[in-house]
């Protein structure tokens, strides 16, 4: 679960992590979003580029539960619409 802020100074450490578990080669890799109070446009720009290498490996990138503020950021840059957004996820 990512928590706090996801903005220019923690997005390469979320591009670690998440390239980390790319390439494990999940068939769906679940970002939770729950704890996220702030997000900035690169850290969107990281699970963009997270959400196409999952789509060329053949899985899917989901963003889990976000926070109010960073639903409407996502809505806002249109990433709602290129990305799976749910509330729950999946067990």
């Known amino acids: 679960m990512l928590a706090g802020e996801a903005d220019l100074e923690s997005a390469g450490r ?6 980390a578990q790319i390439w494990r080669e ?8 729950a704890g996220v109070e702030f997000m900035d446009s690169d ?7 997270a959400a196409k290498l999952m789509r060329e490996h053949g899985g899917d990138l989901v963003l889990a539960r976000p926070s109010p503020r960073a639903a409407k950021v ?18």
Not at 14 to 19: A, D, H, I, Y
């Open 74 to 91: 996502l809505s806002l840059l249109g990433v709602d619409q290129m990305i799976t957004v749910v509330e729950w996820p999946e067990a």
């Open 26 to 33: 999940p068939r769906r890799l679940t970002v939770d979003l």
């Open 14 to 19: 979320l591009r670690e992590m998440l390239v």
């Open 43 to 49: 850290a969107v720009r990281v699970l963009a580029v």
